[in-house]
């Protein structure tokens, strides 16, 4: 009696387990993020800026000090006219673009973090300040204005001849480094039916997204739009519309299984496989290596654990060999980390395994999507 309780409780565990939140599985398409971009100027830097060659850097430059009051056109005396060049100078200034993203219910006077990246002939942004920037929608208005230290980690070197390069010098972040200045209309507040759409296509998933839904709230509260996206009945009242909300994206659900994916680094070699993943009988030749994989069925006599009857069991097995290699043998029941394992074990190199991997998924052998990095 104790042992099945046991049972039962861990039964349950793994049930919670795996169970995972709607928050985590889906987004409310109220609440997406909008994207912001601007020109700006980036100056202090230590002679690591653009030069006079880069005729939008110039331009901006003075049409930035023509707006603080700053003369910079217009007659010139004979000693101005020589030390004209020399005050046109930006090689302390960088044109950069920023780019921000806008969260969903961003409101006024909060800040947000940018991304600095230069486009002129800057070989790197350390130690600068981005000046006043506006960061405009796709609709062309401002919503936010950037300004601030950049930080830059990468580091660019050299010395008598010899370079040495870390990270990239030319692309920089502000941590909020932006304040907003305008909101984004939402249809949160207005809209009859809210919906929510799952992060990854998934019919199975969207049906137990509805399925807890309903259960929870009763009725025909969510429907099924398609396979990703969800409508969902909200309160008209705000207050009891994010009450709402908040018990909704915390409801529990089990999602279904993913798709059988195998990832590949092409630098590293390193093999990512999901549970999901099937390989069936086949064999592959590559180069000097060569790889096997055989399957036998055969019948089981009757035993003590098998009531007394027969059953069929399906025996695999896995070969690899290249010349003066040892031969790998394992044991029934082959799965494709055998698979890597073993050619790996034989110091193939990445470009090996993923040629083999290659010729297994147009073969057919390979039930899996095969992603290559």
């Known amino acids: 009696m104790l042992r099945n309780l046991i049972l039962i409780l861990c039964f349950f565990a793994s049930q919670s387990v795996w169970a995972d939140r709607i928050k985590d599985l889906a987004t409310l398409a109220a609440q997406r993020s909008n994207q912001l971009v601007g020109f700006g100027l ?28 700053v003369r910079i056109d217009g007659p010139l005396s004979d000693f101005e006219q020589v030390t004209s060049a020399a005050r046109v100078d930006i090689k302390n200034t960088a044109a950069v673009l920023v780019t921000a993203d806008l969260p969903g219910f961003a409101k006024p006077g909060q800040k947000i973090d940018i991304n600095v990246s230069a486009i002129g002939k800057a070989t790197s942004l350390r130690g600068g300040s981005l000046i006043l920037t506006a960061l405009r929608g796709v609709d062309g ?14 580091i660019d070197a050299s010395a008598a001849g010899s370079k040495v390069a870390i990270g990239v010098p030319t692309s920089a972040r502000v941590p909020a480094g932006a304040i907003v200045e305008r909101m984004v209309d939402t249809p949160f507040e207005k809209a009859e039916e809210l919906v929510l759409n799952l992060r990854d296509n998934d019919f199975s998933t969207n049906a137990s997204v509805v399925n807890a839904i309903n259960e929870k709230f009763g009725g025909d509260v969510a429907q099924s739009l398609d396979g990703t996206s969800i ?8 207050n009891q519309r994010v009450a709402f909300m908040s018990m909704l994206e915390n409801l529990e659900v089990n999602p279904s299984a993913p798709n059988a994916r195998v990832v590949v680094n092409s630098r590293t ?41 027969t059953q069929a069991v399906q025996n695999a097995q896995v070969n690899v060999n290249e010349p003066n290699k040892p031969m790998f043998l394992f044991k ?3 799965e494709l980390r055998d698979i890597v394992d073993a050619v790996n074990q034989i110091g193939a190199s990445p470009s090996a395994l ?6 297994l998924k147009s073969a057919g052998s390979l039930r899996a999507e095969l992603v290559i990095i």
């Open 42 to 69: 980036v100056v202090g830097l230590q002679g690591t800026g653009d030069d006079a060659s880069v005729p939008f850097t110039t331009q901006s430059m003075k049409a930035m000090l023509s707006q603080l009051g």
């Open 141 to 154: 208005e401002i919503y936010a204005l950037a300004q601030g230290s950049v930080t830059a980690t990468g």
């Open 231 to 238: 409508s969902v009945r909200a309160p008209q009242d705000l």
């Open 269 to 309: 070699g390193t093999v990512v496989i999901n549970q999901g993943v099937r390989v069936s009988p086949a064999a592959v030749s590559h180069g000097t290596i060569s790889v096997s994989i055989a399957a036998t069925n055969e019948v089981s006599q009757p035993g003590a654990f098998s009531n007394g009857t």
């Open 332 to 334: 029934p029941g082959v």
């Open 354 to 359: 993923i040629a083999i991997l290659e010729a």
